[in-house]
C-alpha cells in the first residue's frame, strides 16, 4: 500500500530525444506526486510536483502526466540535454495513515548521449 | 542558514563504535526527514519528524538507530554498535508543513570499516 513502482531502472536516450520515467502507487489517498532529480554526490533536488486535481503539468522541457483511474503518473523531459544525466526519483506523499512522509520510488539513471 | 546542513559530510568508523549524524534543517521548517541511500540505490525512510507529533518510526531498521529532534530544529541521528552494512549516505531533510517542498541536504557518508 505504501510502495511506490518505478521504471525503468536506466534509460539511454540520444541528445533532443524525449525521455520517460514512469511510476505507479497503490495508496489512494496519495495527494501530492514530487520528481526530484539527483546528481552524484549531491542530494536530490524537486524537479516538479503535481497534485491530483490536475492531469498535466509543464514547467519548461519537463512534464508530469497523471493517471488518477490508473494509479499512475510519469515524467517526460523534452528535448533531452546531456546535462539531464542523472537519477531521478518520483515519490509520493498525502493520507491520513501516511503522516506525510515521502515515499520514494527506486530511481531511474538516466544518460543522455550527445 | 540558506540550506539543509548535515554534518560531517563524510564519517570513517570501526564496526561496534557508536556514531552521531548531525542535520540542521531551514530555519522554520517543522517537518524533518531522515533517509539512507546505499551505492546506487533508492532512497530508504529512516524517520520522519512533524512539529510537536509523535515521530513516525516506521522505517528504523533495528534498535541500533535512534534520532531525536531537540526544540523543533536540530535532529541527530545515532546508530549504536556499527556494522558494515550500515555504510551508505545519510540524507536529511526538511519541508516547511505535510506534503510540501522537501529540501535535501548533501548527506553524510558513512564507512564502517
Known amino acids: 500500500q505504501q510502495q511506490v513502482k518505478q521504471s525503468p531502472q536506466s534509460l539511454i536516450v540520444q541528445k533532443g530525444g524525449i525521455s520517460i520515467i514512469n511510476c505507479a502507487y497503490e495508496n489512494t489517498a496519495f495527494d501530492y506526486f514530487p520528481w526530484y532529480q539527483q546528481f552524484p554526490g549531491k542530494g536530490p533536488a524537486l524537479l516538479i510536483a503535481i497534485r491530483p486535481d490536475v492531469s498535466e503539468k509543464k514547467e519548461g522541457r519537463f512534464t508530469i502526466s497523471f493517471n488518477k483511474s490508473a494509479k499512475q503518473f510519469s515524467l517526460h523531459i523534452m528535448d533531452s540535454q546531456p546535462g539531464d544525466s542523472a537519477t531521478y526519483f518520483c515519490?509520493?506523499?498525502?493520507?491520513?495513515?501516511?503522516?506525510?512522509?515521502?515515499?520514494f520510488g527506486q530511481g531511474t539513471t538516466l544518460q543522455v548521449k550527445p | 542558514g540558506a540550506g539543509v546542513s548535515q554534518s560531517p559530510s563524510n564519517k570513517v568508523t570501526e564496526k561496534g563504535k557508536d556514531v552521531e549524524l548531525r542535520c540542521d534543517p531551514i530555519?522554520?521548517?517543522?517537518?524533518l526527514y531522515w533517509y539512507r541511500q546505499s551505492l546506487g540505490q533508492g532512497l530508504e525512510f529512516l524517520i520522519y519528524f512533524q512539529g510537536n507529533s509523535a515521530p513516525d518510526k516506521s522505517g528504523l531498521p533495528s534498535d541500533r538507530f535512534s534520532a531525536e529532534r531537540t526544540g523543533g530544529s536540530v535532529s541527530t541521528l545515532t546508530i549504536q554498535r556499527t556494522q558494515q552494512e550500515d555504510s551508505a549516505v545519510y540524507l536529511c531533510a526538511s519541508s516547511s508543513s505535510l506534503n510540501t517542498e522537501a529540501f535535501f541536504g548533501q548527506g553524510t557518508r558513512l564507512t564502517v570499516v
Open positions: 515519490a509520493a506523499s498525502g493520507g491520513s495513515s501516511n503522516t506525510g512522509k515521502l515515499i
Open positions: 530555519s522554520g521548517h517543522t517537518a
